[in-house]
T-cell receptor, first 114, second 120 residues
Framework: KNQVEQSPQSLIILEGKNCTLQ??????????LRWYKQDTGRGPVSLTI?????NTKSNGRYTATLDADTKQSSLHITASQLSDSASYIC?????????????FGTGTRLKVLA | GAGVSQTPSNKVTEKGKYVELRCDPI?????LYWYRQSLGQGPEFLIY????????DSGLPNDRFFAVRPEGSVSTLKIQRTERGDSAVYLC??????????????????FGPGTRLTVL
């Protein structure tokens, strides 16, 4: 069964600190993996996208990694800011015979405190 | 507009009533997706359109749910005989192409702000 699991479920850190969010998936056949940021009351916004051959991708203070062998991805946030408080959702897409499935994780809720 | 818009932003209805939720995708985006998100959960796929046709409606929970996109742009999600369990945020997203693979960012989904549906 195609699944995406994220950990931790929630996280509280102090402003300026770094943190790492985890995503494990059992999606086949793998097409790509995205991390989204979802502010409260808003729709998700794409942060990074990685395909099978990519190990790391950065977007400002956000760095995503992908290990396709172990089917794990992480999102590292450097020097956190109050505006980083949001839910971070890992989404894996699977491609089968021209059709595409997008499997969403339940997200990690990050709270950055001053 | 510049982004995906959804109306209404909030909808409160009574059990058994019919509701319509509207989505205006980004101009030129051929793919349109509907998701449902319950509190504390990730979005749950409902249906996606490639152009005017529903390419995949496997996520619709039952036949009370139906969606249309008659001219390949605006889409309407229709829910008949609403139940309290239908209460959720309904998200719409659009993308330039529904490819899902390869290094191109073309199929990145851009989400609207959602419609919060409350069934009393």
């Amino acid at each position: 069964k195609n699944q995406v699991e994220q950990s931790p479920q929630s996280l509280i850190i102090l402003e300026g600190k770094n943190c790492t969010l985890q995503c494990n998936y059992t999606v086949s056949p793998f097409s790509n993996l995205r991390w989204y940021k979802q502010d409260t009351g808003r729709g998700p916004v794409s942060l990074t996208i990685m395909t099978f051959s990519e190990n790391t991708k950065s977007n400002g203070r956000y760095t995503a990694t992908l290990d396709a062998d172990t089917k794990q991805s992480s999102l590292h946030i450097t020097a956190s800011q109050l505006s980083d408080s949001a839910s971070y959702i890992c989404v894996v897409s699977a491609s089968t015979s021209g059709t595409y499935k997008y499997i969403f994780g339940t997200g990690t809720r990050l709270k950055v405190l001053a | 507009g510049a982004g995906v818009s959804q109306t209404p932003s909030n909808k409160v209805t009574e059990k058994g009533k019919y509701v319509e939720l509207r989505c205006d995708p980004i101009s030129g985006h051929t793919a349109l997706y509907w998701y449902r998100q319950s509190l504390g959960q990730g979005p749950e796929f409902l249906i996606y359109f490639q152009g005017t046709g529903a390419a995949d409606d496997s996520g619709l929970p039952n036949d009370r749910f139906f969606a249309v996109r008659p001219e390949g742009s605006v889409s309407t999600l229709k829910i008949q005989r609403t139940e309290r369990g239908d209460s959720a945020v309904y998200l719409c997203a659009s993308s330039f192409v529904a490819r899902g693979g390869g290094p191109s960012p073309d199929d990145t989904q851009y989400f609207g702000p959602g419609t919060r549906l409350t069934v009393l």
